[in-house]
């Protein structure tokens, strides 16, 4: 019978063993981005967006430099989407020519209008989150 004292260890996930398994490709891939300097929007990268939309079963996969622009991007396509099946140009993905990346984020290349309109955006989502963070939580 269980006096209820007991305590039980539930193993979720074996990190180590998932590592083990894949150790030498992930070496190697590691060691190929390091050698060729290929760290942004790469070979691997778009070998990775063929793979993945193909798994999807899709014609275009993108991938993105962070967990928050692959958020940001799928909450844009719910805001924007006027049908189930919606396209959206990635922002990584704006011209070949990379002199875009250079205006991006200089707040001494942007215009007085555009750094207007990102803190107003920025003030909203702040709002949004602070909002959000008021609300009680309901009893867990």
């Known amino acids: 019978m269980n006096s209820g004292n007991e305590q039980r260890s539930v193993a979720f996930v074996d990190l180590a063993a998932q590592h083990a398994a894949i150790h030498d490709e992930a070496a190697a891939t590691i060691e190929r981005v390091l050698r060729n300097a290929d760290f942004i929007l790469g070979r691997d990268v778009e070998s990775f967006e063929q793979e993945f939309a193909q798994y999807?079963?899709?014609?275009?996969?993108?991938?993105?430099?962070?967990?928050?622009?692959?958020?940001?991007?799928?909450?844009?396509?719910?805001?924007?989407?006027?049908?189930?099946?919606?396209?959206?140009?990635?922002?990584?993905?704006w011209s070949a020519d990379p002199a875009w990346k250079l205006d991006f984020s200089n707040l001494a290349r942007l215009s007085p209008e555009e750094i207007a309109r990102r803190r107003a955006e920025f003030d909203r989502q702040k709002e949004i989150a602070k909002t959000i963070r008021a609300k009680p939580r309901a009893a867990e």
């Open 56 to 93: 999807c079963e899709c014609e275009y996969g993108v991938g993105v430099d962070s967990g928050t622009s692959a958020l940001e991007l799928a909450l844009r396509v719910l805001e924007t989407a006027p049908a189930p099946r919606t396209t959206v140009q990635s922002p990584l993905r």
